[in-house]
C-alpha cells in the first residue's frame, strides 16, 4: 500500500490523474514527505525514500517532481536490485575512483529511467539537461569532493545513516 500520507501531500499539490498514474509505481515503497536542506530534491536509503514535495514542484513543476520520485525511485530498485552488500561498499568502502564511476553511472541510470518513466505514464517528454551535467568535468569535481568528506568522517553504516538522516530537515 502506498503510503497514505505521500499520497495525500501528493494529491493536495497535483490532482487525481497525476496520482493515479503514479501511486501503482510506489505501491509497496516507503516513501516520505520530508524538507531537505540544501533544496535537496530527494534522497534514497536502502529502507526509504526521502521527496522533498513541496520545494521540488514550486521549482520544476508537477512533471519534475514525477521525475524526481521517479529518479529516486530508480535508485531504490538499483540497490535493492544489486543488493544492500553493493550498496555499502559502494558508499562506504571503494575507493575514489570506483566512488566517481560508479556515481556518474548510477545518476545517469536513475535519470534516464526517470525520464522514460515520466513519458511512458503521462506522455511527457522530458529534455535530459543533467546528461551534460553528470558527465562535465566539475561533476567529477564535486563528487570527487563529496567522496574525500564522506571518506574522512563516515566509517560506519551508523556514520552514514546518521549523515543522510543530518539532510533531513522535517517529516511532513
Ligand atoms: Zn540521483
Not at 515503497?29 to 536509503?45: D, P, Q, V, Y
Not at 531504490?76 to 555499502?88: A, E, S, V
Amino acid at each position: 500500500m502506498l503510503n497514505q500520507s505521500f499520497k495525500d501531500h501528493l494529491l493536495e499539490n497535483t490532482d487525481q490523474e497525476f496520482v493515479d498514474k503514479l501511486s501503482p509505481y510506489l505501491e509497496g515503497i516507503n516513501i516520505i514527505n520530508a524538507s531537505l536542506r540544501r533544496g535537496i530534491g530527494g534522497i534514497t536509503t536502502p529502507k526509504l525514500i526521502y521527496i522533498n514535495l513541496e520545494e521540488t514542484i514550486r521549482s520544476l513543476g508537477m512533471y519534475g517532481l514525477a521525475f524526481v520520485i521517479l529518479h529516486e525511485l530508480a535508485h531504490y530498485k538499483r540497490i535493492k536490485k544489486k543488493g544492500k552488500k553493493w550498496y555499502l561498499n559502494y558508499v562506504l568502502w571503494s575507493d575514489e575512483e570506483t566512488y566517481v564511476k560508479d556515481t556518474i553511472l548510477e545518476e545517469r541510470i536513475a535519470d534516464k529511467w526517470g525520464i522514460d518513466m515520466v513519458k511512458k505514464i503521462y506522455g511527457i517528454t522530458m529534455v535530459a539537461p543533467r546528461d551534460i551535467e553528470i558527465l562535465s568535468e566539475s561533476f567529477s569535481d564535486r563528487t570527487r569532493v563529496m567522496y574525500r568528506n564522506i571518506r574522512d568522517s563516515i566509517k560506519t553504516e551508523n556514520d552514514w545513516d546518521n549523515m543522510l538522516n543530518s539532510y533531513v530537515l522535517n517529516v511532513r
